[in-house]
């Protein structure tokens, strides 16, 4: 039986990153079985019984080389796990875990993730010298393929998705009733700058003279909720904050009857993707542009430059073309479903390759 072990921002509350660990899951399980998957965790009583794996504390050094002592592959991902914006930490623990795997002879992948920012010269010269060592690198996007290679990664690296995409199911993908309002679906984080005035605004004139209903979804536990009610408080229409399932399957299904998204968070854009719903990205981050950049026929707008005539002009305009948009996204969402696939075999074949 072959022994993967699993390193990420897991246990965390964070919702879209939980959405990462379940498609990486499912991918590899779908193809084998028999793979005995072990995960990092924050939070590791939560994570095994969410999703039946065995799971060690992230925080632990006895229990991780425990684990690594026995594994076959170490999979470092997804998310954004080497950035250097949020504090000095990220890029040295995660690195860190792959040394320690290196070091026990444990082949290591970079399983398709976002890289960056990478501010730090520090930073950049531990990624390069750290991935230069991997035996499989793949990143979500143009952007952090083209930073990975100015850095100095000089291996081959595969362009693939977002696992979460592989959580698409077209055959139970809900489809929309007919109902008497328009849902607009929203998503916010805490940020630098102040955009909830523009963006409450916008919406409060995107509703004048329609029957809407705002539906806020936290992505982020015990992060979001704060910012989610100051928004709410500026909007005139009726506004529900949405409690997500912190079960990523079961949280899709809670974007599934929304006509349109307006979304900050990485992956509530992706879930919103994923139930077809034409979306109005707000970017905070260049691993938001690196998948809006899929979607030429969707808006994007930067939150520093977020203002309210143009979010209202956007919106008006995915609205009106709501009915061929969806159409655009599915076949867009069965493209990514199958570049996840395609990037999990290569992952298996490491897997294979290694000694029994």
Not at 120 to 143: I, P
Not at 188 to 207: H, K, T
Not at 284 to 309: C, R
Request: with cysteine.
């Amino acid at each position: 039986m072959k022994k993967i072990v699993i390193s990420g921002y897991y246990g965390f509350n964070n919702l879209g990153d939980e959405a990462v660990l379940a498609g990486i899951t499912s991918l590899l399980k779908a193809k084998n079985e028999e793979l005995k998957i072990t995960v990092l965790s924050a939070e590791p009583a939560k994570t095994s019984e969410r999703y039946k794996l065995n799971a060690v504390s992230r925080n632990s050094i006895i229990q991780i080389l425990a684990v690594l002592a026995e594994a076959d592959l170490f999979i470092s991902g997804g998310g954004s796990l080497l950035q250097d914006v949020t504090g000095n930490f990220s890029v040295p623990y995660y690195l860190g875990l792959c040394w320690l795997a290196r070091i026990q002879g444990v082949k290591t992948v970079y399983y398709a993730q976002g890289a960056g920012p990478l501010d730090k010269k520090w930073s950049q010269y531990l990624t390069a010298l750290t991935l230069n060592r991997f035996e499989l690198l793949g990143v979500r996007d143009q952007t952090s393929k083209k930073l990975l290679r100015e850095i100095g990664v000089k291996n081959e690296i595969e362009l693939t998705v977002d696992p979460v995409f592989a959580l698409f199911d077209p055959i139970n993908n809900l489809r929309q009733q007919i109902k008497g309002q328009i849902e607009v679906g929203i998503s916010v984080r805490p940020w630098s700058v102040d955009y909830i005035s523009e963006l409450a605004d916008a919406l409060n004139q995107f509703a004048r003279g329609k029957r809407v209903k705002f539906n806020i979804f936290p992505m982020h536990q015990g992060s979001d909720e704060k910012i989610s009610l100051q928004l709410k408080k500026k909007l005139e229409a009726e506004t529900e904050i949405k409690e997500l399932s912190p079960i990523p399957e079961k949280a899709l299904k809670s974007f599934s009857q929304l006509d349109l998204f307006v979304g900050v968070r990485l992956h509530s854009l992706i879930f919103a993707l994923l139930n077809q719903i034409p979306v109005l990205a707000l970017s905070y981050d260049p691993k938001i542009e690196g998948l809006m950049t899929q979607l030429d026929y969707l808006p994007l707008m930067k939150l520093e430059n977020l203002e309210s005539t143009q979010a209202l002009e956007k919106l008006e305009s995915i609205f009106a073309e709501r009915y061929s948009l969806r159409k655009k996204i599915k076949e867009f969402l069965k493209l990514k479903k199958a570049e996840a696939e395609e990037f999990a075999e290569l992952v298996l074949k490491e897997v294979d390759s290694c000694e029994s």
